[in-house]
C-alpha cells in the first residue's frame, strides 16, 4: 500500500487549496478513505471521509462548510478542496486507508495559513 500526498503550501486566510492523494498496491475502488491532519504540538485529527463509491461523506465539525472531500476511482485518487481556509488549519495533512484493521498513512503534505 502506497499513499501519496500533494498540494500543500502557503496560503493567506481566506484562500484555497487542493489537496490530492495518489493511491496504490491496492483495489483503490473498495475502500473509504480518509483525511486527516496534525497541527504542531497537537494530536493527529481526522478531518474527512469517503466511503468507497464515492456518493457518502462525513466531515469534522471544525472543517464543515469549508472543506470538500471527492474521489476519482478511475484514477485512485483522492482529494480535499479547502476552501475559506483559516490559520488554525495549519497542519500536515494525511490521507489514510484501513486496510483488514491496519492503517497506512501517506507522508503528509504541510499546509501553512497565514498572513
Known amino acids: 500500500v502506497h499513499l501519496v500526498e500533494s498540494g500543500g503550501g502557503l496560503v493567506q486566510p481566506g484562500g484555497s487549496l487542493r489537496l490530492s492523494c495518489a493511491a496504490s498496491?491496492?483495489?483503490?475502488?473498495?475502500?473509504?478513505m480518509n483525511w486527516y491532519r496534525q497541527a504542531p504540538g497537537k494530536e493527529r485529527e481526522w478531518v474527512a471521509r469517503?466511503?468507497?463509491?464515492?456518493?457518502?461523506?462525513n466531515y469534522a465539525d471544525s472543517v464543515k462548510g469549508r472543506f470538500t472531500i471527492s474521489r476519482d476511482n478511475a484514477k485512485d485518487t483522492v482529494y480535499l478542496q479547502m476552501n475559506s481556509l483559516k490559520p488554525e488549519d495549519t497542519a500536515v495533512y494525511y490521507c489514510?486507508?484501513?486496510?483488514?484493521?491496519?492503517?497506512?498513512w501517506g507522508q503528509g503534505t504541510q499546509v501553512t495559513v497565514s498572513s
Open positions: 498496491g491496492f483495489i483503490f475502488s473498495r475502500y473509504d
Open positions: 469517503i466511503i468507497s463509491a464515492g456518493g457518502s461523506t
Open positions: 489514510n486507508v484501513r486496510i483488514a484493521i491496519r492503517d497506512y
